[in-house]
């Protein structure tokens, strides 16, 4: 017995493949863009020795070609964690953005989804 259809259905989920690389990379992007700019707000500032908050600039992010955004919270998310502490402004920062980090990952693969059956 033939199976009619199979041909279309693959090239589907092919083009849904590479649609959820590209709408997840961006929400990926704009997530960690977010978490950066969230944890220079909540980075405590007077504990540092030139106590003018220095520290916020080397709060970084780092797009990847693969998608993914690799955050750098500076070498004071060391000294104040030490083993492993509370990270005053790296878990704040983290849970305050998850309900939108979600629905943005949400909404990204339903628009890949929506735009691979469609067409």
């Known amino acids: 017995m033939a ?10 989920l092919k083009k849904l ?3 959820v690389e590209k ?8 997530n960690g ?9 909540l980075i405590p500032v007077g504990e540092d020795v030139e106590d003018d908050g220095h520290e ?4 970084t992010g780092t797009a990847n070609a693969d998608g993914s ?3 750098d919270f ?12 509370p990270r005053p402004f790296v878990n704040p920062a983290l849970s305050a953005s998850r309900k939108r980090r979600k629905g943005r ?13 469609s067409g």
Do not use: Q
């Not at 199976?3 to 589907?12: D, N, P, S, Y």
């Not at 916020?56 to 709060?59: E, F, G, L, S, T």
């Not at 949400?106 to 628009?111: G, L, P, V």
């Open 33 to 41: 863009e977010d978490i950066v700019r969230l944890a220079k707000v």
């Open 17 to 19: 493949e590479r649609l």
């Open 105 to 117: 990952a949400r909404r990204a693969i339903n628009k890949a989804a929506k735009e691979a059956s």
């Open 74 to 85: 500076g070498p004071k998310s060391k000294v104040i964690e030490g083993d492993r502490g």
């Open 56 to 59: 916020r600039a080397k709060i």
């Open 69 to 71: 955004y690799l955050i």
């Open 3 to 12: 199976v009619t259809g199979a041909g279309k259905t693959r090239l589907k």
């Open 23 to 30: 709408y997840t990379g961006e929400a990926n992007r704009r």
